[in-house]
């Protein structure tokens, strides 16, 4: 299993960044992808997840109508398009693999830093 997430940046408050996540070596249909974020001195907080093949999503109430999750199977691509950013979304950006029934991920990329100018 590999995950890896590109897309993290530099971008001033209220900009975009669109964060990408390829996953591959699992069966597609019977997981979920989560988006993750982790703070300076705070603890690892989920930020948006998808179903792969059933695409329900999940938003923390943070980002709920400034973030959009979304996924292109033909890619094994998720993608997290962040809009309206805030210092306060400045994080390394985590992307996550589980079975659609398990509660904890299994699979991790490396992150990627998303910093957020004021």
């Known amino acids: 299993v590999h995950i890896v997430e590109s897309g993290g940046g530099l971008v001033q408050a209220g900009g975009s960044l669109r964060l990408s996540c390829v996953a591959s070596?699992?069966?597609?249909?019977?997981?979920?992808v989560g988006w993750f974020r982790q703070a300076p001195g705070k603890e690892r907080e989920i930020v948006a997840r998808i179903g792969w093949s059933a695409g329900g999503t999940y938003y923390a109430d943070s980002v709920v109508g400034r973030f959009t999750i979304s996924r292109d199977n033909a890619k094994n691509t998720v993608y997290l398009q962040m809009n309206s950013l805030k210092p306060e979304d400045t994080a390394v950006y985590y992307c996550?693999?589980?079975?659609?029934?398990?509660?904890?991920?299994?699979?991790w990329g490396q992150g990627t830093q998303v910093t957020v100018s004021s």
């Open positions: 996550a693999a589980k079975l659609i029934y398990k509660a904890d991920y299994d699979y």
């Open positions: 070596g699992f069966v597609y249909d019977d997981h979920a």
